[in-house]
């Protein structure tokens, strides 16, 4: 399995004949991307004049027996740093589990990025399996040599006419053949064909032992995101989200041909704001806060034109103490005005004048390329936006950097 590594924003090139370069797409991995594009998020990527160029989309694009990983740039190109950064902003914003056991052991800098994400969900299959397998009663019928269950009449007539010491009886029976771990196995299956190091491989099919009794069948995303969520099922429901998520995006489809597929691609604009938001929100609440996401929903003008739609409102006694509103984007103080757009400072005097409040902040991922703290610009019309360079490294275990609910406190009013 060859590794394409990519960063946001970057070209890979194609390669010309004659050239070996691995870390460059070939005639047959162009083909494939090409074929599979429409099955990737729009705006994804962007074709060039000698390669491919990627968005604001991290993450894995499968090509056969090609991966492209795509990481954040927000570290430069610290492989090792921008993988357990990604991990850990997708932990938070509740795409992945978080394996305790896995933070300090996961080998950053010489496993994929799918890699990663496999021993993340097999670490905590494992760990929710040894507390017990999801069973629920699975409806039967059989020719049975003992009364089960109840008798079925007409099949008993049927079957049984000449064979009294029979009983054709429907019955319920608690089992893990069901959906639930159908999806698990499902997802194990497709995993195990594109794990690239020695250790996934060795885990995928060490977690598949538990399947001996569990039966294949060929199972959806759409099916599996639409199973039936209840409190027996509920320490399961990030992994089979995982499980839905693994299907959709590297099962080979009838679309892109046997063996192609498409990927696991997180947008940073959403993944850095949703990451961010939950964190928020939990210390927003231990401070008597009430924090909401996406809203609440006004309008700029009168007949409900233009939707304003912060990402994220602190309330308390009804009254609006903040917004906030995230932009993944990199600032640099060697442009003007640290680079800031001012479409985004015309977004947040709407925000102040429509939602009553003086507590107003833009939070950008922390970059070198600025050297000191922005200072809040004030509005001619009066009130202020704040600007905050949030640290990611605040989100990963033994860091050096400020912690991530040590810099967020200070953003709450």
């Known amino acids: 399995m060859n590794v394409i590594l990519a960063y946001e924003h970057q070209e890979i090139k194609i390669q010309h004949e004659g050239e070996t370069d ?6 047959a991995e162009v083909e494939i991307l090409a074929r599979i594009q429409h099955d990737l998020p729009k705006g994804a990527l962007s074709w060039t004049a000698d390669g491919v160029r990627f968005a604001q989309y991290c993450g894995i694009i499968s090509l056969g027996s090609t991966q492209i990983e795509i990481l954040p740039k927000v570290y430069g190109v610290d492989q090792a740093l921008s993988r357990s950064i990604l991990v850990a902003m997708l932990q938070e914003a509740g795409y992945l589990v978080r394996p305790l056991s896995q933070r300090s052991q996961l080998d950053w800098e010489n496993h994929s990025l799918l890699d990663l994400f ?3 969900y097999c670490e905590e299959l494992l760990a929710q399996f040894q507390r017990g397998m999801i069973k629920n009663y699975q409806t039967r019928e059989e020719n049975l040599p003992r009364w089960r269950g109840r008798l079925r009449v007409s099949e008993q007539i049927k079957h049984n006419l000449a064979h009294q010491e029979r009983f054709y009886c429907q019955y319920d029976e608690l089992t893990e053949d069901n959906s639930y771990n159908h999806a698990f196995k499902a997802a194990l299956s497709c995993l195990k064909a594109k794990a690239r190091s020695f250790d996934a491989k060795r885990r995928v099919n060490e977690i598949l032992t538990f399947f ?9 995303a759409t099916e599996v995101r639409q199973f039936t969520k209840n409190r027996l099922v509920k320490r399961f ?16 489809t009838i679309q892109s041909g046997k063996g192609q597929s498409a990927g696991l691609l997180f947008d940073m604009n959403k993944l850095f704001e949703e990451a961010i938001g939950n964190r928020l929100t939990k210390l927003a609440q231990a401070r008597g806060l009430v924090a909401k996401l996406q809203g609440p929903i006004k309008h700029l003008m009168e007949g409900n ?13 009804g009254q609006c103490q903040a917004v906030l509103d995230t932009k993944w984007k990199l600032l640099d103080e060697s442009h003007t005005y640290n680079n800031l757009a001012q479409s985004d400072l015309y977004q947040m005097f709407a925000y102040a004048k429509n939602y009553n409040c003086q507590h107003i902040t833009l939070i950008y991922p922390w970059t070198n390329q600025v050297s000191a703290a ?13 600007v905050a360079l949030i640290n990611l490294k605040g989100f990963l275990p033994n860091t050096t950097a400020p912690s991530i609910d040590e810099q967020l406190r200070q953003l709450l009013p």
Request: a negative charge; proline letters at 5%; aromatic letters at 6%.
């Open 374 to 386: 922005i200072p809040a610009m004030n509005f001619k019309a009066g009130g202020q936006v704040n």
């Open 305 to 317: 034109l233009f939707q304003l739609k912060p990402d994220i409102t602190l309330y308390q006694s």
């Open 22 to 27: 691995s870390n460059t797409l070939n005639e």
């Open 118 to 120: 496999i021993l993340i």
């Open 212 to 220: 001996d009794a569990v039966s294949d069948r060929v199972i959806t």
């Open 237 to 252: 429901e990030v992994l089979l989200e995982m499980s839905a998520a693994f299907l959709e995006g590297l099962s080979p």
